[in-house]
């Protein structure tokens, strides 16, 4: 259990256009999902923070007209930047959270999908 | 914002070698977890523990919430047991701040 996807793994584009990065939780709905962004040997960095059908809440310095969120469902988020600059390079990686049930997950834990590694040229 | 420090920043062992890792944050948590970032990128829960002590195989963590600290400590380290381990914490209202990571070398 507590299995969670992205697509693309990799993603190479032109600067000026925009990719669509997809987050599932595959075996669980998701209360809440989150958006990191890494660069290379460094730590996380939480971009946002999405729950279904509401707007997604941008931690500081954060463009949320760059960085579109949609959560769509309890088992689907993406991430869609726009309009890509060559430093928007990174490593995107999701993660999605569950809220408490009797016996299996504690409140909060979250798991994360295996990262998204743009490219942008 | 709170502050999450972790010790030490690299490590090399020689395979079956034990180590403890630590994680110190400034301020109260509600949840923190520990987890390791394989050589792929993907990250790996290792423990959810904001508070006492759990134990899975080689690995065990303590948290000492109190004291505003966590530790994970790696028994009979493996070649696999390489990579980056983070701490996380969360205050409140889900947001999540990272560590820097112990990046770890275990040798054959």
């Known amino acids: 259990g507590a299995v969670v996807s992205q697509h693309p793994s990799r993603v190479i584009c032109k600067s000026g256009t925009s990719v669509k990065i997809e987050c599932r939780s595959l075996?669980?709905?998701?209360?809440?999902m989150f958006w990191y962004r890494q660069f290379p040997k460094q730590s996380l960095m939480l971009m946002a923070t999405?729950?279904?059908?509401?707007?997604?809440?941008?931690e500081q310095g954060v463009e949320k007209d760059k960085f579109l969120i949609n959560h769509a469902s309890l088992t689907l988020s993406t991430l869609t930047v726009t309009s890509a600059h060559p430093e928007d390079s990174s490593f995107y990686i999701c993660?999605?959270?569950?809220?408490?049930?009797?016996?299996?997950?504690?409140?909060?834990?979250?798991?994360f999908g295996p990262g998204t590694r743009l490219t942008v040229l | 914002g709170i502050q999450v420090e972790q010790s030490p920043p690299d490590l090399i062992l020689q395979e079956g070698a034990n180590s403890t890792l630590r994680c110190n944050f400034s301020d109260s948590v509600n949840n923190l977890q520990w987890f390791h970032q394989n050589p792929w990128g993907q990250l790996i829960n290792l423990f959810y523990i904001p508070s006492g002590t759990k134990q899975n195989g080689r690995l065990s963590a303590t948290t000492v919430a109190t004291e505003r600290y966590s530790l994970l400590y790696i028994s009979s380290s493996q070649t696999t047991d390489s990579g980056v381990y983070f701490c996380a914490v969360e205050r409140g209202g889900f947001k999540t701040i990272f560590g820097a990571g112990t990046r770890l070398f275990v040798k054959a």
């Open positions: 999405s729950n279904e059908g509401s707007k997604a809440t941008y």
């Open positions: 075996d669980f709905q998701a209360t809440t």
């Open positions: 993660s999605a959270s569950r809220g408490s049930v009797a016996g299996e997950w504690s409140y909060n834990e979250q798991f």
